[in-house]
């Protein structure tokens, strides 16, 4: 593993970005109606999209350790997971603590 090791920006961002949704996607999961709430769920598990903030962090974890990504480049793909967060309405300290939360797990 390189110090640049890792996919190319475009791809970090996509992969930032998509996350930020998911986790967007399961805040908002917390205020549906119980019904509502449970038939979306059901949905993203047959899909194999992560339900929890818990399965989010560990799997935008295992994209860093899967990638082999270097110090530069994992810092940037958090970085980016940040930023998106932001951009998609999470206050600043919860996106930075999502964010830490994956950075431990790296």
């Known amino acids: 593993m390189g110090f640049f090791g890792g996919p190319s920006k475009g791809t970090l961002l996509t992969m930032s970005q998509g996350i930020a949704a998911v986790a967007m996607q399961i ?25 929890s903030m818990n399965e989010l962090v560990q799997m935008a974890a295992s994209v860093v350790r899967e990638q082999r990504m270097g110090w530069y480049k994992k810092n940037q793909f958090l970085g980016m997971i940040f930023g998106s967060l932001v951009s998609m309405g999470f206050s600043a300290a919860d996106a930075n603590y999502i964010k830490g939360q994956i950075e431990l797990l790296c």
Request: aromatic fraction near 0%.
């Open 27 to 51: 805040q908002m999961l917390q205020q549906a109606e119980s019904s509502e709430r449970e038939a979306i769920l059901a949905n993203m598990r047959s899909e194999g999209a992560p339900t």
